[in-house]
């Protein structure tokens, strides 16, 4: 996995462009999220369904209701985000999205805790 750019948001997130973003993803030109920062970002108006989330530091953002049931998620880290449901994928265990959500640590798909 890269590393992080923590200082690096992408614009299209950060400015909270939803449907530009949205547009964008039912067009099949979804932009690039993998190892993106997206802490703090309220992304519950983003289809992020089926988004490659892998990598990606998503500290405190609100992902309250969000369905990512196809998203790829191994790698990314959901520190303290706002997770009320919230929709994961089939092959993520409820263990690692706890500990991912308590202590940081990287979410790996297919795990059993």
Known sequence: MGD????????????????KFNKLVKEGNTPELRNKNLSDLDLTAFNLRDAD????????ANLKGLDLSGANLDGASIKHALISGTL??????SCEIQL??????????????
């Open 4 to 19: 992080i750019n923590r200082s690096a948001k992408p614009n299209i997130l950060f400015e909270e462009n939803a449907e």
């Open 53 to 60: 989330l892998s990598g990606c530091y998503m500290r405190g």
């Open 88 to 93: 994961f994928p089939r092959g993520l265990s």
């Open 100 to 113: 991912s959500h308590t202590h940081g640590t990287r979410m790996r798909q297919n795990s059993k805790c």
